[in-house]
C-alpha cells in the first residue's frame, strides 16, 4: 500500500524546525502570567474593601497611620517607603484600593492581548506589591510571594515593543530564561527538602498524604476521594512526591531531554495537587514557569499552525551589549540572595556571607526574592472555626462560609484559581488561638456591626434583618467521612465538639 505522505514530502511540521531561541516559550509564558495576574487582581477585587478597606476586618487606613506614627517616633524618612513599598501612603481609601485592582486587571488584560508588554509588566508588579503590602495577614501566603518573583524576572525577559511580532521582535535574554528555570528549581527543591529537613515523622515514615487530603485548607471534591486510597498506595504516592520534588529539579541542569522530563513530571504533580485542594493560582503559575523547561521545537507542534509559521528558522543577530546589562544586573542580584536561601535549608550561612545577607535584608521588603516549601510539618488532626450569632444568648446560628468545610453535608467544592483570602485565614487560626490572631476579634465585631462588606466575604447572612447581639466561636474537629459513612448519611464530613475557641462577647 502507497504511503500517503510520501518520504521527500515530510508534512510542514516535520519540516518545520524553528530556531531554539525561546520565543514562542516566552510568548506563552507571558501570557500565562497575564492570566494569573487577571486571576490575581480580580479575585481581589472583590474582596479587598471587606480584608482591609476602611470597613473591612483589617483597614489599611489604620495600619499606614500607625506606621506613620512608628517611624516618625524613630526618625525614619524616606527609608520608610522601602520598608513598606505600598501605593497607600498616597491613600488608604477604599477608591484608592479597588482602583489598583482595576488597574491591574486592565494591564493584565494588555499583556494577555500582547500590547506593551514589558511596561504592563511593570505596572502589574507594581500594584501587586502595592497591594500585598496593603493586605497584611491576608496576604501572607506563597503564591503572592511567587507571582511578584516571577512578575520581576518577566520585566527583563519581556519586549518593550507596543505590539511585538514572535518574527521580529528580539529573542528572550537566556541569562533571564535560566533564572526562570533556576526559580523552578528553587521552588521544588525547597518544597522537598523542608519537609524531609524538619524531621517530621509523618513525612519521614511517608505516611503525610494519609491524613493530607482531609487537613488541608480547602480540599476538592476530588481530595474526599484520594483520601480513601488504601494507605500502600498512600505511602508509594508520598515517595513518589518526594523523588518529582526533590528529583526532578535536578534535572533541569542535565541536558534538553532530561531537562523535558523533569518539566513533565513536575507538570504532572501539579495537576494532581490542584485536582485534591485548592491553591489558588500556585499550581497554574508552577505550571507556566514550567514553560521554560521546554522550548520552541517541543511546544511547536501543540500551537496552531498560523502561530508556529511566525517563527523564525534560523537563529536572529545577537543584540549589543546593551541588551545584556539589564539581564546581568538582574542575575547578579538574584543569584547570590536566592543560593543563600537554598544554602541555609542545610547549615548557618559562613560568615564571608554576611555581605549577601544583607543584601537579602535589604531587599526583603520587596518581595521579590523569596524561600519555598509549603507544610514543612504535615497538620494531622484537622479544627474548624465556626462562628455563631444570637440575640438572646440561647438560640445561635452559624456563619457559613463560601468554600472552607462548615455543614458537613455540603460537598467540597472547587473554588481556585480564585483565593476565598478569609476562607483560606481561618484554616491558619484553627491552628492556634484566636490571641495570636488578632484579626480574628476585629472580624468578630464588624459581623455585630453589620459590615456589608465584610459580610459579603461570606456565604450568607443568618441575621439578614440587623446583626446579632452576640457573637461567639466554637472549635470542631473534622474527618471525611469514609465509604460506609457516606453511603448512609449522604455526608462529607463527621464533625466533633473541641470546645471553645472565641468568647462570647458584645457592642455593649
Known amino acids: 500500500m502507497p504511503s500517503s505522505l510520501p518520504a521527500s514530502q515530510p508534512s510542514s511540521l516535520q519540516a518545520f524546525k ?36 476602611a470597613h ?33 501612603w498616597l491613600s488608604p481609601s477604599d477608591l484608592a484600593l479597588t482602583t489598583q485592582c482595576a ?85 521544588m527543591f525547597e518544597s522537598g527538602s523542608v519537609k524531609w529537613l524538619s524531621g517530621d515523622p509523618s513525612w519521614r515514615h511517608l505516611t503525610a498524604l494519609t491524613v493530607h487530603y482531609q487537613t488541608q485548607p480547602l480540599p476538592t471534591w476530588i481530595g474526599w476521594y484520594a483520601h480513601q486510597l488504601p494507605v500502600w498506595m498512600q505511602v508509594a504516592s508520598c515517595a513518589a512526591m518526594f523523588g518529582i520534588e526533590v528529583g526532578a529539579p535536578l534535572l533541569i541542569f542535565c541536558g534538553r531531554r532530561l531537562r523535558v522530563v523533569g518539566g513533565v513530571l513536575i507538570i504532572f504533580l501539579q495537576t494532581l495537587i490542584l485536582l485534591t485542594g485548592n491553591y489558588t493560582f500556585f499550581n497554574w503559575l508552577t505550571i507556566a514557569l514550567c514553560l521554560f523547561l521546554f522550548d520552541d521545537v517541543a511546544l511547536a507542534r501543540f500551537v496552531p499552525k498560523a502561530l508556529r509559521q511566525q517563527l523564525p528558522t534560523e537563529r536572529q543577530p545577537v543584540p549589543s551589549w546593551r541588551a545584556h546589562l539589564a539581564p546581568a544586573v538582574l542575575a547578579a542580584v ?31 521588603p520587596l518581595r521579590s526574592i523569596n524561600h519555598y516549601g509549603l507544610f514543612a510539618v504535615m497538620t494531622t488532626v484537622r479544627s474548624e472555626i465556626v462562628i455563631e450569632g444570637s440575640d438572646d444568648r440561647v438560640a445561635w446560628r452559624p456563619y457559613e462560609f463560601a468554600d ?33 490572631n488578632p484579626w ?69
Open 404 to 436: 472552607k468545610p462548615g455543614d458537613p453535608m455540603r460537598r467540597p467544592s472547587f473554588v481556585a484559581p480564585f483565593q476565598p483570602r478569609l476562607d483560606w485565614q481561618m484554616w491558619f487560626a484553627a491552628l492556634s488561638t484566636w490571641r495570636a
Open 334 to 364: 538574584v543569584l547570590p540572595v536566592s543560593m543563600l536561601s537554598v544554602l541555609s535549608m542545610f547549615q548557618s550561612p559562613p560568615n564571608w556571607l554576611e555581605p549577601v545577607a544583607a543584601m537579602d535584608n535589604a531587599l526583603e
Open 103 to 187: 488597574i491591574g486587571a486592565v494591564a493584565a488584560v494588555f499583556l494577555v492581548a500582547g500590547l506593551a508588554p514589558g511596561p504592563c509588566l511593570v505596572l502589574l508588579w507594581t500594584l501587586y506589591l502595592s497591594l500585598v503590602v496593603a493586605g497584611q495577614d491576608f496576604f501572607s501566603f506563597q503564591w503572592d510571594s511567587l507571582l511578584l518573583e516571577a512578575g520581576l524576572l518577566a520585566i527583563v525577559l519581556a519586549p518593550w515593543q507596543w505590539r511585538p511580532h514572535l518574527s521580529k521582535e528580539s529573542p528572550p535574554s537566556r541569562v533571564v530564561v535560566w533564572l526562570l528555570r533556576w526559580l523552578v528549581f528553587r521552588l
Open 440 to 508: 480574628f476579634a476585629n472580624l468578630c465585631v464588624r459581623l455585630l456591626e453589620g459590615s456589608p462588606e465584610v459580610q459579603r466575604l461570606l456565604a450568607g447572612n443568618p441575621f439578614p434583618a440587623q446583626p446579632p447581639r452576640y457573637i461567639r466561636a466554637m472549635l470542631y474537629e473534622y474527618r471525611f467521612t469514609n465509604w460506609a459513612e457516606r453511603r448512609a448519611t449522604g455526608a462529607w464530613w463527621i464533625r466533633t465538639p473541641a470546645g471553645e475557641y472565641f468568647p462570647e462577647i458584645s457592642l455593649r
Open 56 to 88: 473591612g476586618i483589617l483597614p489599611i487606613g489604620s495600619f499606614i497611620e500607625a506606621a506613620r506614627q512608628f517611624f516618625d517616633s524613630h526618625h525614619v524618612g524616606l527609608d520608610r517607603y522601602r520598608l513598606l513599598p505600598t501605593l497607600s
Open 18 to 53: 524553528p530556531s531554539s531561541e525561546d520565543r514562542l516559550v516566552r510568548w506563552l509564558f507571558l501570557r500565562a502570567l497575564g492570566l494569573v495576574y487577571l486571576v490575581a487582581f480580580v479575585s481581589l477585587w472583590v474582596q479587598v474593601r471587606g480584608l482591609i478597606g
